[in-house]
């Protein structure tokens, strides 16, 4: 199989713009991510897709491939489509932009179940929350599962319920097991082909969660449980904290 990793960065991000191109220390958001993702063991190719000449004309510096894409696309998918629908690839992995410590090893875990399951068309990860105020926090997607780690539903509220919880304000991380979801997705890229051409769908709108229209559509997206936390840079603070945890040593650049 012949697999191709895309990272979608536009510019123009509503909560912090420009973000693909934000410093740390000294090395641009967008690299640190390319440098993580072409360490994959089974990633044959590499591409940056964009919108914004500013972004094509960095990746360039470093020498990576960069596909210049449509300004219309809404969501990052859609992105990652334009820039393999003629190539030739098999599989489709979709690394987010801002997430610039993302764990090749991650990568390789959320690939590795294609290699053996013809069947199965989309895939994710997810690690376990140990911090109690990650759970109210309507940032941090969650995700419950079936026995056989497939998706049953992501939500940014708190899944599943703890109905012994009545008041609904505490809760106890070692009564359930809460699984946050890390934005990474491999597509068989058939199904990604037909997949971008499902309309927006209801839960999907509700939440504001675009994996939903495939769960509501009828397909399976694999879970895959890893123990490394990646972390994410939302906005502008976000930077800020991983500046400071880089500073005091509790994550390595």
């Known amino acids: 199989m012949k697999i191709t990793g895309v990272i979608p960065a536009r510019y123009n991000s509503v909560r912090f713009p420009g973000k693909p191109l934000a410093l740390i220390e000294g090395i641009t958001m967008i690299e640190r991510v390319y440098k993580k993702v072409i360490r994959s063991r089974y990633i044959d190719k590499v591409i940056i897709a964009t919108d914004d000449e500013r972004i094509e004309k960095c990746a360039k510096g470093f020498n990576a491939d960069v596909i210049m894409t449509s300004v219309k696309h809404k969501t990052g998918t859609d992105r990652i489509y334009e820039a393999v629908k003629d190539s030739n690839c098999d599989i489709v992995v979709n690394i987010q932009g801002d997430e610039p410590f993302i764990d090749p090893q991650n990568i ?33 997607v969650k995700v419950v599962m079936d026995k056989n780690n497939n998706a049953l539903y992501f939500s940014r509220n708190i899944i599943p319920y703890d109905t012994k919880n009545n008041s609904g304000l505490k809760y106890e991380l070692n009564n359930n097991a809460y699984y946050k979801h890390i934005g990474l997705y491999v597509y068989r890229k058939k199904y990604l082909e037909k997949y971008v051409k499902l309309r ?13 229209r495939i769960l509501e559509n009828g397909e399976k997206i694999r879970v895959v449980i890893v123990k ?15 500046l400071n945890l880089l500073r005091t040593g509790k994550i390595d650049g």
Request: proline share 5%; charged share 35%; aromatic share 2%.
């Open 108 to 140: 390789d875990r959320a690939i590795k179940p294609f290699l053996n399951d013809q069947s199965l068309n989309v895939s994710t990860l997810a690690v376990r929350i140990k911090n109690v105020i990650d759970l109210p926090d309507h940032n941090k």
């Open 200 to 212: 927006k769908s209801s839960l999907e709108k509700s939440e504001n969660l675009e994996q939903l």
């Open 228 to 242: 490394k936390e990646s972390l994410s840079v939302d906005t502008p603070d976000d930077l800020k904290n991983i």
